[in-house]
């Protein structure tokens, strides 16, 4: 190779080595190799389906649950025609979902959660009741 281009062929190897997608693990953005795919995450807005586990004939309530990646999660239900939300922080655990309300609100609260594509079902620990979600955006 002729020596005036050299300067060009190491430039060319360290743009090459800063644009892979890994990063050092101590770097401040780096991603852990077992993170959620943002298409499969929990972000977005979810809407009640189905109930499983609670009384015969309890009436299915409208619902909808939309997550942030902030961390702030809004719960919007219908009830009887009046429509509330409530804004919560979330934070995911492996299969748990940590729900809490703030300054004032009842301590952290864990559900179990699964994730299958546009289908996420939250169960209640109390309970085992399960409450079926579908996503809508």
Same mark, same amino acid.
């Given at each position: 190779?002729?020596?005036?281009?050299? =300067?060009?062929?190491? !430039?060319?190897?360290?743009?090459? /080595?800063?644009?892979?997608?890994?990063?050092?693990?101590?770097?401040?953005?780096?991603?852990? /190799?077992?993170?959620?795919? =943002? #298409? /499969?995450? *929990?972000? @977005?807005?979810? #809407?009640? $389906?189905a109930q499983e586990g609670y009384p015969e004939g309890? #009436?299915l309530e409208q619902r909808r649950l939309t997550f942030? &990646?902030? @961390?702030?999660? $809004?719960?919007?239900? $219908?009830?009887?025609?009046? /429509?509330?939300?409530?804004?919560?922080?979330?934070? !995911?655990?492996? &299969? +748990?979902?940590?729900?809490?309300?703030?300054?004032?609100?009842?301590?952290? %609260?864990?559900? %179990?959660?699964?994730? &299958?594509? &546009?289908? !996420?079902? *939250?169960?209640?620990?109390?309970?085992?009741? +399960?409450?079926?979600? %579908? +996503? $809508?955006?």
């Open positions: 190779m002729p020596l005036h281009l050299a =300067p060009l062929a190491l !430039l060319a190897l360290l743009l090459a /080595a800063c644009s892979t997608p890994e990063r050092a693990s101590g770097s401040p953005d780096a991603t852990p /190799a077992d993170a959620t795919p =943002p #298409e /499969a995450s *929990i972000v @977005g807005t979810w #809407e009640l $389906v309890q #009436e942030y &990646d902030d @961390g702030r999660m $809004v719960f919007a239900t $219908v009830v009887g025609g009046q /429509a509330t939300e409530q804004e919560m922080q979330y934070r !995911l655990e492996g &299969d +748990r979902l940590v729900t809490a309300t703030g300054v004032g609100g009842p301590a952290a %609260r864990a559900s %179990r959660y699964s994730l &299958d594509g &546009d289908r !996420l079902v *939250i169960e209640q620990p109390e309970t085992g009741q +399960r409450d079926v979600y %579908r +996503r $809508v955006r």
